[in-house]
Each structure stands twice: as C-alpha cells, then as structure tokens.
C-alpha cells in the first residue's frame, strides 16, 4: 500500500524497543509490501536515547520506513495509530508492593488507553507487552471505551514460543512440526502450558513424548519460569526473544495463522471455557480477516482445567486489586 501505517511504540529506548523497532522498520511485522511511520513514545528521560535509536534506525536506509517521531506526550504519540505496541512500562522496584506495581502501572496504561481512545485509527490494534501484561491490557482497554475491547491483546506469544521450543528440544522434531500447543491464563508463572491437544509431527505430542512426569514436572515448569531462568544467566531480561514474539503476535493477527494451527494470545473473554467475561486471559486462537477467533471445543482434562482455574484466579485477584485502586472505570466489569 501507498499509505504508510502508524505504528507507536512506547517504551521505545528500552530494551525490548531496540530489539523491536529495526524488525518493524524492516518490514518483518506487516509484510514486506507496507511502508510503516514509527512513532516512538518514552518518558523525558528517555528521550534522548531514542533519538539515538531514531539516527540508527535512519542509517538502515530501510526502504519501508516512511518516518519516525519522538514524543514524550501519550495524545500525540497514539494520534492516529494503526498498530501500538505498549511495551514501557514501570518494573517491580526493592521493596515494592504488588499494589504499589499495579498503581504504578495503572498510572501508565490508564492515560495510554484515554489517548489511544481520543486518536486511534478505526482499525487499531494493541498489544500490550510491558508488564502486568494482562491486567496492563484491561487498564487500558476500560480507558478506551470508543475502541471494541477485543482490539486490546496481551502478549502471550513469548510463552508460546518457549513451549515450542522445549517440546521441539524434548522430541527431536524441528520446531515447525509442532503444531496446537497452548498456553492458558496469565502472563505469569502461574500461566498454564498446554500440550494435552498438540501435535507432534502429526501424532499427538503426549503419545510422542510418552512421560507424562516429564510434562508435568518439567515442562509446565521450565515454560512458566523461563523468564526467570533468562534474568538468572543473562543478567537482563528476555529482550530479543520478546521483540521477537511481539512482531509474530501483531503479523499473525492482521495477516492470519497457519491453517489448522493455532497460537496463544490474551485477550477479553467472551467467557469461553468459563473464563470470566472481560478477563484478559489467554486462550488457544486464530486469525483470519485481521480477527482473533478463540479456537472452541477443546475438551479439557483436569490437570488442564485447574491449571487454567489457578491463572485466572490470580487475574481475578489482579482485577480486583485494580478495581480497588480505582483504576477501572466502574461501567466496564
Ligand atoms: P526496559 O526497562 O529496558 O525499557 C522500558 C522502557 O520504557 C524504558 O526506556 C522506560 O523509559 C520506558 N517507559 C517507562 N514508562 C513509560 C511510559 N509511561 N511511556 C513510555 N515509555 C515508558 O524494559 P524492557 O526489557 O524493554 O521491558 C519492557 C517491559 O516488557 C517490562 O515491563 C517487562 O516486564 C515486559 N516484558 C514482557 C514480556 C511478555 O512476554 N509479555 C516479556 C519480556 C518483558
């Protein structure tokens, strides 16, 4: 297309947003055929970093690139935007409370979800990264009440990923024989990683895999804790692998999934699989159309169900905890 497509970053001079904005740039998350213009949001102490990132994403002479802007002003950064990825965000300090954490976010992804209302364009999709995701996603989404709710995602595509890969690491099987994994509920280590309707190759993962003490015991594990485990080695958060599951989330949800394969994406529930409605939860899914369906009918076994019932338990908590603070706007649960 001819017309470029606004995509805002926020949190664009951390480490995600490095990792992130030459892929967008470079035509990995919309196709090769759209020209984007990069608006960049950061705090004013972050400014000048991203002007930094602003000259070198210039000096890639990207073809696709169309423009890029800075603002330290949420209204002018979502004026507009087609596509936001909301990755800045305030990390857990010492001695922080987790109310403190979600009022201190509240504080970011409620006037992020007022502007995105005030200035999105009528196709606008959001994904929301910087954490708590999932509650972060609910914020901003009870701040946009112009804007469908279902057009507010939390990422949940790292997870997913991670799952692929340790199964692929387990099997043997290269990673695009895998197909069907899920991960259920929260952005968190109480997350649920699913492999009960997976394929391996064709054949069901479990069978394949044949232990289910494995799955159980280090699987489910070492998927919700990866994060954990990346802090542990690297001495920084998982950057790159994260850029990376942001780009495959927003390209599969405007240009589709593979057939008969499904990925993991947290979204409002429409109360599939009893979720309650409006929990932004993650749930099996496909795109078509530039639409999210959650795949349906998936019989559950009651591992899967308690582990989904733990996660949603804690977004339950979360909710409140948000409620409380004051930061949903009453009309919305
Ligand atoms: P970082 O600390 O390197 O970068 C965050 C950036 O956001 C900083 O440059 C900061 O100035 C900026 N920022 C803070 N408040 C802002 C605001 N109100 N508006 C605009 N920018 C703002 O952190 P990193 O490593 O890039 O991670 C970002 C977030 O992503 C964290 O919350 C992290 O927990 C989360 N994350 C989520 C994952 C997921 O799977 N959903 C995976 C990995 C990280």
Same mark, same amino acid.
């Given at each position: 297309?001819?017309?470029?497509?606004?995509?805002?970053?926020?949190?664009?001079?951390?480490?995600?947003?490095?990792?992130?904005?030459f892929r967008i740039a470079s035509g990995q998350m919309l196709g090769p055929d759209v020209r984007v213009?990069?608006?960049?949001?950061?705090?004013?102490?972050?400014?000048?970093?991203?002007?930094?990132?602003?000259?070198?994403?210039?000096?890639?002479?990207?073809?696709?690139?169309?423009?890029?802007?800075?603002?330290?002003?949420?209204?002018?950064?979502?004026?507009?935007?087609?596509?936001?990825?909301?990755?800045?965000?305030?990390?857990?300090?010492?001695?922080?409370?987790?109310?403190?954490?979600?009022?201190?976010?509240?504080?970011?992804?409620?006037?992020?979800?007022?502007?995105?209302?005030?200035?999105?364009?009528?196709?606008?999709?959001?994904?929301?990264?910087?954490?708590?995701?999932?509650?972060?996603?609910?914020?901003?989404?009870?701040?946009?009440?112009?804007?469908?709710?279902?057009?507010?995602?939390?990422?949940?595509?790292?997870?997913?990923?991670?799952?692929?890969?340790?199964?692929?690491?387990?099997?043997?099987?290269?990673?695009?024989?895998?197909?069907?994994?899920?991960?259920?509920?929260?952005?968190?280590?109480?997350?649920?990683? =699913?492999?009960?309707?997976? &394929? $391996?190759?064709?054949? %069901? +993962?479990?069978?394949?895999? @044949?232990?289910?003490?494995? !799955?159980? #015991?280090?699987?489910?594990?070492?998927?919700?804790?990866?994060?954990?485990?990346?802090?542990?080695?690297?001495?920084?958060?998982?950057?790159?692998?994260?850029?990376?599951?942001?780009?495959?989330h927003v390209h599969d949800w405007v240009l589709g999934t593979p057939k008969d394969d499904w990925t993991?994406?947290?979204?409002?529930?429409?109360?599939?699989? =009893?979720?309650?409605?409006? &929990? $932004?939860?993650?749930? %099996? +899914?496909?795109?078509?159309? @530039?639409?999210?369906?959650? !795949?349906? #009918?998936?019989?559950?076994?009651?591992?899967?169900?308690?582990?989904?019932?733990?996660?949603?338990?804690?977004?339950?908590?979360?909710?409140?905890?948000?409620?409380?603070?004051?930061?949903?706007?009453?009309?919305?649960?």
């Open positions: 297309s001819t017309v470029p497509v606004n995509v805002t970053v926020t949190g664009a001079a951390g480490q995600i947003g490095y990792a992130l904005l213009r990069l608006k960049m949001l950061e705090i004013p102490q972050g400014v000048k970093a991203a002007e930094g990132t602003a000259m070198e994403l210039e000096d890639c002479a990207f073809p696709l690139l169309a423009g890029i802007d800075i603002y330290d002003d949420a209204t002018q950064a979502f004026d507009g935007v087609n596509v936001g990825l909301l990755v800045g965000a305030r990390p857990r300090g010492a001695g922080m409370e987790r109310g403190d954490l979600l009022a201190a976010n509240g504080g970011i992804f409620g006037p992020q979800g007022e502007a995105i209302n005030a200035g999105a364009a009528d196709d606008v999709r959001i994904l929301v990264v910087g954490n708590p995701a999932n509650t972060n996603a609910l914020i901003a989404s009870a701040h946009a009440p112009d804007v469908p709710a279902d057009r507010f995602n939390a990422m949940m595509r790292l997870d997913h990923n991670r799952a692929l890969a340790q199964l692929a690491l387990r099997t043997g099987a290269p990673v695009s024989e895998i197909s069907r994994v899920t991960i259920w509920g929260n952005h968190s280590a109480k997350q649920h990683p =699913d492999i009960t309707h997976a &394929l $391996v190759g064709g054949r %069901p +993962a479990a069978e394949v895999v @044949g232990d289910d003490a494995w !799955v159980k #015991g280090e699987f489910v594990p070492t998927v919700a804790k990866r994060g954990a485990a990346i802090i542990d080695a690297r001495g920084a958060s998982s950057a790159a692998s994260a850029a990376n599951a942001a780009i495959s993991s994406v947290a979204m409002p529930s429409d109360g599939s699989y =009893d979720v309650p409605e409006g &929990l $932004v939860s993650s749930f %099996p +899914a496909s795109s078509e159309g @530039g639409r999210w369906e959650i !795949v349906q #009918g998936l019989e559950l076994d009651d591992y899967t169900r308690a582990g989904i019932d733990a996660s949603v338990a804690e977004l339950v908590e979360e909710r409140d905890a948000v409620k409380e603070l004051g930061l949903l706007p009453a009309v919305t649960i």
